[in-house]
Antibody
């Protein structure tokens, strides 16, 4: 059974830093691109960041570019999101997501339960 | 980035109704379009991928169509458990998979 378990969320002051982790199990972690998607309270889904299966390629939404860093440790089956210079508008539930390509069409087939990050003084 | 626009933003319907939600891409994305369902307090769930392929375990009352820039999600006969928020997502741009703003489906 595929499981994605996020941790590391919490309350942080504006300008502060936080590192999210996502522990993966039930699949060959090193074979799949992984993603972070966030959802501000009462709002829609925002695609935040992605990393290729070997970590060689990454993507960041403009809203987090230069402040967030995605990484992975395939030996530990763990995905990370290092967040710095946090702003109130970064307050959201952060989901760790696995993707799969079926006949060349990629989709997000498994999601974690999410971890809440609150940026407030 | 490719922009995804859903309509309507919200929709009221009754059990048994046929419902259609539309999604438009800012440029052609072929059939690289996914649909997700999200219930309050839960993570999104994949319904449709590649515009019209039904994810395993998803009821057949859900269907998707379209290609290029215009897509639809149809629920043929609404069930009580279908009241949720629905999101489209493009998977055309490698490692940049933007979502629509969501359509909230409410009980009339």
């Amino acid at each position: 059974e595929v499981q994605l378990v996020e941790s590391g969320g919490g309350l942080v002051q504006p300008g502060g830093s936080l590192r999210l982790s996502c522990s993966a199990s039930g699949f060959t972690f090193s074979s799949y691109a992984m993603h972070w998607v966030r959802q501000a309270p009462g709002k829609g889904l925002e695609y935040v960041s992605a990393i290729s299966s070997n970590g060689g390629s990454t993507y960041y939404a403009d809203s987090v570019k230069g402040r967030f860093t995605i990484s992975r440790d395939n030996s530990k089956n763990t995905l990370y999101l290092q967040m710095s210079s946090l702003r109130a508008e970064d307050t959201a539930v952060y989901y760790c997501v696995k993707s799969i390509a079926v006949a060349g069409f990629l989709n997000f087939d498994y999601w974690g339960q999410g971890t809440l990050v609150t940026v407030s003084s | 980035d490719i922009q995804m626009t859903q309509s309507p933003s919200s929709l009221s319907a009754s059990v048994g109704d046929r419902v259609t939600i539309t999604c438009r891409a800012s440029q052609s994305i072929s059939s690289y379009l996914n649909w997700y369902q999200q219930k309050p307090g839960k993570a999104p769930k994949l319904l449709i991928y590649a515009a019209s392929s039904l994810q395993s375990g998803v009821p057949s009352r859900f269907s998707g169509s379209g290609s290029g820039t215009d897509f639809t999600l149809t629920i043929s006969s609404l069930q009580p458990e279908d009241f949720a928020t629905y999101y489209c997502q493009q998977s055309y741009s490698t490692l940049s998979y933007t979502f629509g703003q969501g359509t909230k489906l409410e009980i009339k």
